[in-house]
């Protein structure tokens, strides 16, 4: 059985540029209520930033359309679906798709800052970025001077 998330928060940008920061606010609130650590919550932001954009550059030219962003909320992760619902021509290359493939700058840094990264064509684009919660310092139970052989 698939695990669910134990929260989820979807947000419904315009595909404008201006629009981008807005889903950066966001995931950075809830990275941070998680408890992630500054730099993995900047990594996150850059990550969604990029692939926002790219759904922008990509697909909506004219500025028309809407972005989703779904942010599924795990234990130990967060799961962001950046969606796009740009309808294209089947006998043509998903536009999405093929920008990614020429950005391949863009793709490259996402992957360099998620811990997976997957892209499929769902009547749209969509790309699914996951960061795993890291835990930071030594844990509680590892022992005490105390408790070391002498």
């Not at 990550?47 to 809407?66: H, I, L, M, P, R």
């Not at 490259?108 to 997976?116: A, R, T």
């Not at 064509?121 to 790309?127: A, D, F, I, R, T």
Request: with cysteine; aromatic share 6%.
């Amino acid at each position: 059985m698939k695990e669910q998330p134990l929260d989820l928060v979807n947000l419904v940008i315009p595909a404008k540029t201006d629009f981008v920061g807005i889903a950066r606010l966001a995931v950075s609130g809830i990275a941070n209520r998680m408890g992630f650590s500054y730099d993995d919550i900047e990594d996150l932001k850059l990550a969604v930033s990029e692939a926002c954009t790219n759904a922008v550059d990509a697909q909506y030219t004219d500025g028309e359309g809407d972005i989703k962003v779904c942010c599924n909320i795990f234990s130990n992760r967060l799961e962001i679906e950046v969606m796009d619902q740009c309808l294209y021509d089947d006998d043509l290359e998903n536009p999405a798709i093929k920008a990614l493939r020429e950005q391949d700058l863009g793709l490259y840094l996402i992957e360099s800052l998620m811990d997976q990264v997957d892209v499929q064509e769902e009547g749209g684009v969509v790309v699914k970025l996951t960061k795993f919660i890291k835990e930071n310092g030594v844990k509680e139970h590892a022992g005490s001077p105390a408790s070391y052989p002498t």
